[in-house]
């Protein structure tokens, strides 16, 4: 056994050790530290610079002394756990998750250290670094010179619930990650754990880095996904069986699509065995470059918006640079249009537009709602009534209504159907219930102000402001094309910066073409008075209410990098004097960030609203616009090379793959009494309604509010209360059908449980005091939110987000 084998096995022992609540015994110096590091609230702080310089050099496969220093950096890991369980009694299992983490991937670097072929490099520095973050945690708080008082420290149990909180967005991130067959759930788990992410940095004081990471690790894989769909992939069929479907059918484009994202979900995994196969594949397929160049970024903009949209942006774009060019603008503006505009921007721009829906949330333009109408319905009898029609025969009733021409052949008439009969048209209504799409009233306000273009890198801030604006347009356009003629769905934008520009209306599809132009061919300057735009928004859709009775929902949308002075006051009578619409006011901070505005969202978030506040900095910025957030390439090159129908060496890559494939179900079907998520999720794929009923019950029984019995109290009840709410908060944003929602319940209370220290038996025990009626009943309709309307759905969010709120009450600031 080699030096490294037997220091990671140590390590593993001591966090075994920790884990079951034996820890090793502390000497003399950590007695007498202890008890001073427990009224000082001292918190655990996690080094992991050494970690990841292994991960850089994975690349080029690391050397001894950076796999030893992080070895060494994961034992002093492991000594500051420690320290933390004398503290407080027992080590947060978030915590100790990573670190057994962290021992694997380390134990898996020295591992494929050994095998120095590009196969084993190319496992490590796909390597997913998302996976070894340090757990979320609380900043520390920021010394006030001229506070008088200070905030008292939280109990134990507000800790216990917050780390609870916390862990779960990486529970449901990690869930996402080990999805690897059906692209729609691996979508509804990422931005379930975005929706959780904003909603604990909106209440909470995080550690900035650690959010960050985060939340560029979820913008990458929404946008990976929402190219690799676009390219063709189906995402509620297995990628499995698209692969084989590609290939059967010789459809290169989707083969190399499908194999692009099974083995990117194989390298994120550390899967060896899976990537070499796949990476093998995809090479004898295509052997371009790796990189998503300008040509596949502009094939998946034409994919996912539209090739007209795309030419429109690029239409655009020359012609603004054309007038930039001749002194057609302001002249205070005519070098910074210059180099906002300057040839190949437009790359820019595309880049930026592919990126900006998984970066930031806004919420769905469209919602259904249930509705009443009358419906008519004509039928045909032999009764007269005002309308007269000749059709064919088809019964013997309908001889006494014929138009005989030759009695001898009535009967052969009818039987070959030449017969005609005189019938009459009967018509009534009926009243019938279903589901239409209606929009809110949305309003994007968007900084125009000169810092968009001046400040930050390279005009990125004003490149993905208006990114965000035609994303939202080319999507409005599509809905607007393909769906009902009786969908009503409108947007409004202005622009302002001192001055408030015009409010522009968008309803068409013509419309919003025409909204694209004047988005992209603008240059604008001034200054940012971000009150003003907030208080004329809500009085536009005040209007609008007087206009549509029926209008109960409205949202603003804020774009600014400005840090001007908001009143929140005036802010607030300004939302009362638009009466009963419920006005989300949503912000996305570019560069800087405003404070107020954070507040403002978070006081809505505190009430179960769905409002959003998303910050990216200058450095972010500038990378969406340089494509770094797409991910590999999606589309083979157009040099084709052997034709995929001779390529007997593919066939034989991906008959290896389909083997592998097996013999993982196999391992499955043969494993034990646990694994009750990913049995759950197979019974969904195979519809396996009454074993899956039976499973959910076992973990949601169906109770009755019990308004009669004593709240349940105690460290546990509080802990099932948090898992409850947070797994009713999450389902209800998944979507998909009942089975699927099951399925989604029992893994994420599954992966919840170790990190509100409950054992599944334990839970069922709290659960069976019959003390959490209300809470199960959230979650019930958590599950059945596929049949409720939007006014029952969005009561069930704020349910959930209140009582998650009402738990964590402590933490907010």
Known sequence: MSDEAARLDAVRARLDAMTRGAPARPGLWSRIVTPILRVVGWQARFETKRLFELLDASARGPEEEELLGAIVELEDNVETAERACQVKGYVPTAHASWLYRVEELVRRVATLRKDDGPAARRVLAGLDRTRVLPPLRIAPPKKEVTAPETESEPSELGSRLRELELAAIDHIIEAARAETEFLDRRRRLLEGARRLLLDASAALELDGEGVLARQRHLAGEITKLDRLEAAGLAPATALSYQVKQARRRGDRDKLYAALVAVDGFALTLGDASVSRISGAALQELDSGEAVAGDDDRLRSAEQVFGGDVVAKIRAEYEAARGRAERGEVDPELTKLALEYLAPGTEQA????????????????????????????????????????????????????????TDPRSILLDLATGRLLARKYVERATRPVERSRLIGEARVYVLDGSTSMLEDGQAGARARVRDAILLAELATLMRRLQSGPRNVRLTLHYRFFTKRLGDVKRVATPAEALAAMSDVVGSARKGGTDIEQALVSSMALIRDKKREDPELGRAGIVLVTDGNAPVDPEVVRKAREEAGDVAIAISVIALGEENPVLRELVAHQRARGERAFYHHLNDADLAALCRGEALGPRVHPSAASGTPLGLRTEL????????????????????????????????EAATRDRASLDRRYARWFPSQAPRPDLPRGTGDDHDAARVVLATVAEVVGELGGDGLRRKADAIEIVERLLPDARLTPARFRQVLETGAHGAELEIVHRAVAGARESFDDRLGRTKEAGAARATLLAGGRR
């Not at 900006?356 to 109408?373: K, M, Q, T």
């Not at 009358?374 to 032999?382: D, I, K, P, T």
């Not at 007269?388 to 009733?397: E, G």
């Open 349 to 404: 721009a595309l880049s930026a537009l592919l990126s900006v829906d998984g970066c930031f949330e806004v919420g769905a333009s469209l919602a259904p709602v249930r509705i009443r109408e009358h419906e008519e319905v004509a039928r045909l009898v032999s009764h007269p009534t005002r309308e007269l029609l000749v059709v064919p025969a088809t019964d013997i009733r309908d001889l006494p209504h014929a138009i005989v």
């Open 651 to 682: 066939d034989a890559l991906l008959l290896e793959l389909e083997d592998l494939g097996r013999a993982g179900e196999k391992r499955f079907a043969a494993d034990d009494d646990e694994h009750q998520g990913e049995r759950a999720r197979e």
